[in-house]
C-alpha cells in the first residue's frame, strides 16, 4: 500500500493504549463527551481539552449530587438510594435548583403517567 509505513521487526514492544478518562483519572467517558459534542452541533471546532474538562464537570455534579443524596437516605434510615432521595436534593439544595431551573422531570411523575396510560 501507497503511503504506509509498516513496522519491521522494531525492538520495541507497542505501548498499551491509555484512554484519555484514564489520563484524565476520570470515570466519566472522555470520548463519549466528545462525540455528543460534535454530533450536537455545538460549534463549528473543539479543542482537545474541551471534552476532559465538560467530563470532569459533569462527574463533579453527578458526585455532588450523589453524596447529598446518600446523606438524606442515611437521615431517612435506609440503605439504598431511591429517586424521592434525589428529588428531595435537588429540591431542598438552592444551588442545584437554580441551575436546573425546572428542566429536570420526575421520574416518578413520568412512570406514573405510564402506568395511567396502559
Not at 519491521?8 to 505501548?15: A, F, L, V
Request: net charge positive; glycine share 6%; hydrophobic share 30%.
Amino acid at each position: 500500500m501507497a503511503g504506509k509505513k509498516r513496522r519491521q521487526n522494531s525492538s520495541k514492544p507497542r505501548k498499551q493504549a491509555v484512554s484519555r478518562s484514564t489520563r484524565a483519572e476520570l470515570q466519566f467517558p472522555v470520548s463519549r463527551v466528545e462525540r455528543y459534542l460534535r454530533e450536537g452541533g455545538y460549534a463549528q471546532r473543539l479543542g482537545s481539552s474541551t471534552p476532559v474538562f465538560l467530563a470532569g464537570v459533569l462527574e463533579y455534579l453527578t458526585a455532588n449530587i450523589l453524596d447529598l443524596a446518600g446523606k438524606e437516605a442515611e437521615g431517612n434510615c435506609k440503605k439504598r438510594i431511591t429517586p424521592q432521595h434525589l428529588e428531595t436534593v435537588m429540591e431542598n439544595n438552592q444551588q442545584l435548583r437554580a441551575l436546573f431551573q425546572g428542566d429536570t422531570k420526575s421520574l416518578l411523575d413520568e412512570t406514573s403517567q405510564l402506568k395511567k396510560k396502559c
